[in-house]
């Protein structure tokens, strides 16, 4: 049992006996004045049930810190004391009828939305882009063979494509997904004990041999086509300059991190009662969320980078083909390639995660203090602050929004984070815009074009957008009515109720 229900319990036992009004504090001891009218019990009695219960009242202890509960201007919030691992101190509030402890945000469950695993996600994005890459050797490379006078019965003239480049780009498109099935098959066969042993082997080995490969296909290409080869290794460089020497990347579109703890590729989310615990765990969600989208950026544009520009790099001088059509195709390769890995990077559950985290972080908004100065606390990092609390940080006044705040005032990182993920589906509706734009451009050039191998590529395209239009809409639709009604109980009267009744004690149990 957590700390925080410990609390809820004892309140309600203290709640039963009386109503508490104005408390002082005075020689560590609480005084305490009774105001209900069916009660004559007297102070010292209350005194002496209220010093038995400190003992069941906070039992929370994590690196040796305890809670203490503090006052500041009538708005009640616990502080943490690292300094003393055995003693617990229980403090009411002077009045203002705000409870002694933290308002802890309601969390909804969230629903059980299917969502494929990373072989298959992997294995999509592989066919999505190889048969976009074929769609664009189609461009360039097409036949008049219906013609009659026409030397050939094919509809492609196969003898000018490399096979060399071709096997390049399979290959080096096809890297993740051949080491995720190469981690199902170890997942089957390893056992525990040797397991992680195994990966670690595979993935030095699977590496070496990657670039093994395509270092013997570059080779192989040099003396045909000399320097353009130089273009296949540039994407190399910004992969240095993004990920540095980190093999997984290469490997892997989702890389755990070693400091967060992961369920089925999402991280998890525990909610602490300590401040400075949850302000480390949203950096390492920030880490995570950077990590995913710094993946999606770089894998589609390096897919349509390898897909549909470098078959027009290679392709002979004396070939014509339509560089409209052909740019075209590139750019709508990158826009469905990055809804694609965007999807694949957050699903709605990841992103459930990060908006259960930033209603523990909160959000401070800056004051302008012209007309009038409202009363004001110094700002303090072990501190939990209720919604509307004022306070001063760097010579600034801040006021405090959520249902706790545990945000450094004026940090841009936290102030990002909660914009962010406060209401997830206000990214999802973003990309449902994106993507039905795309759809929607794409149909109406497909009812303009008259060309085969057009007609062709473009009905690829869209049937391809098709299926990523309705994962994101689905996402949209499933977030926006679980958030709005998670903000609608959240700024209910009953959500920020007083301890004396246990159905609010019920309603913050997150």
């Known amino acids: 049992m957590s700390a925080y229900r410990r609390i809820n319990r004892s309140a309600r036992s203290l709640a039963q006996q009386s109503t508490f009004g104005n408390g002082n504090n005075s020689n560590n001891t609480s005084e305490l004045s009774i105001n209900s009218p069916s009660s004559n019990t007297s102070t010292t009695n209350l005194n002496d049930s209220l010093n038995n219960s400190n003992k069941s009242l906070i039992q929370y202890d994590t690196n040796g810190s305890t809670d203490l509960l503090a006052t500041n201007k009538g708005h009640t919030a616990i502080k943490y004391d690292e300094n003393q691992s055995n003693k617990c101190e229980h403090e009411l509030s002077n009045g203002n009828g705000f409870t002694s402890y933290p308002l802890q945000p309601k969390h909804i469950r969230f629903p059980d939305v299917p969502y494929s695993s990373e072989l298959v996600n992997e294995l999509m994005i592989f066919i999505y882009t ?110 240095l300059i993004t990920f540095g020497t980190q093999i997984e990347p290469f490997l892997r579109t989702i890389f755990e991190t070693e400091s967060s703890t992961y369920f089925n590729g999402i991280p998890s989310h525990s909610c602490s009662t300590n401040p400075t615990v949850i302000r480390a765990e949203i950096d390492l969600l920030r880490t995570d969320y950077n990590n995913r989208f710094k993946q999606v950026v770089f894998t589609s544009l390096l897919n349509a980078y390898y897909g549909a520009f470098i078959p027009c790099c290679f392709a002979q001088s004396f070939l014509y083909y339509d560089l409209y059509w052909a740019t075209q195709h590139l750019g709508f390769l990158v826009l469905g390639g990055f809804t694609m890995c965007t999807m694949f990077c957050f699903p709605a559950n990841y992103c459930d995660v990060m908006h259960m985290a930033s209603l523990h972080l909160g959000k401070w908004t800056r004051v302008e203090t012209r007309s009038y100065s409202p009363p004001a606390v110094a700002w303090q990092k072990l501190v939990f602050y209720p919604p509307g609390q004022f306070v001063k940080h760097s010579g600034e006044l801040f006021k405090s929004y959520g ?29 449902s815009i994106v993507q039905s734009v795309i759809v929607i451009l794409q149909v109406v050039i497909l009812f303009m074009v008259v060309e085969w191998h057009n007609i062709i590529s473009l009905s690829y395209l869209v049937l391809a957008n098709y299926h990523t239009l309705f994962k994101i809409v689905r996402d949209f639709f499933v977030t926006h009515r679980m958030y709005s009604s998670s903000s609608a109980s959240s700024t209910s009267p009953s959500t920020i109720s007083s301890p004396s009744s246990p159905s609010s004690a019920k309603s913050h149990r997150s």
């Not at 940090?411 to 990309?431: A, D, E, K, T, W």
Request: charged share 10%; glycine share 4%.
């Open 130 to 239: 190889i048969i976009a890459t074929a769609m664009q050797f189609l461009h360039l490379y097409r036949t008049v063979w219906w013609i009659p006078e026409s030397n050939t019965n094919q509809t492609m003239n196969f003898y000018l494509i490399d096979g060399h480049l071709t096997l390049f780009i399979v290959i080096l498109l096809g890297r993740r997904f051949m080491y995720c099935f190469l981690l199902g098959i170890l997942e089957m066969i390893c056992p525990k004990q040797v397991y992680q042993i195994a990966v670690k082997v595979a993935r030095l080995t699977f590496f070496i041999g990657i670039i093994s490969v395509l270092g013997y296909l570059c080779y192989q290409m040099f003396p045909k086509q000399r320097y353009i080869v130089i273009y296949l290794c540039y994407p190399m460089i910004v992969y």
């Open 403 to 431: 249902a706790v705040t545990t945000a450094i005032p004026a940090n841009g990182v936290h102030i990002r984070f909660y914009m962010f993920f406060q209401n997830p589906s206000n990214i999802y509706l973003i990309l």
